[in-house]
């Protein structure tokens, strides 16, 4: 797909086509890594990793022992617990 080069501020830039947008799921804000290879310049997304939790698991078991992790005792786990 052809574009052009156009002047933003003080700098040059191109727009990235919407059907590339959509493709690559990118959106405003998002970031991208712009690199030449043999002379060409090649744009690709940044894709982050998502963190699940707030904590890492190192830091969640940080400081435990037997006797403050509670090892003497056994979960329980019920159904709702399973999601089911």
Do not use: C, W, Y
Request: charged fraction near 30%.
């Amino acid at each position: 797909m052809r574009t052009q080069v156009r002047k933003i501020g003080n700098s040059l830039g191109s727009i990235i086509p919407a059907v590339f947008i959509r493709q690559l799921e990118l959106a405003e804000g998002a970031e991208i890594d712009v690199k030449t290879v043999d002379g060409k310049i090649v744009i690709e997304p940044i894709r982050k990793i998502k963190k699940r939790f707030l904590f890492t698991e190192e830091e969640l078991l940080s400081g435990l022992d037997a006797h403050t992790a509670h090892a003497d005792g056994l979960a329980v786990i019920s159904a709702k617990d399973m999601g089911e």
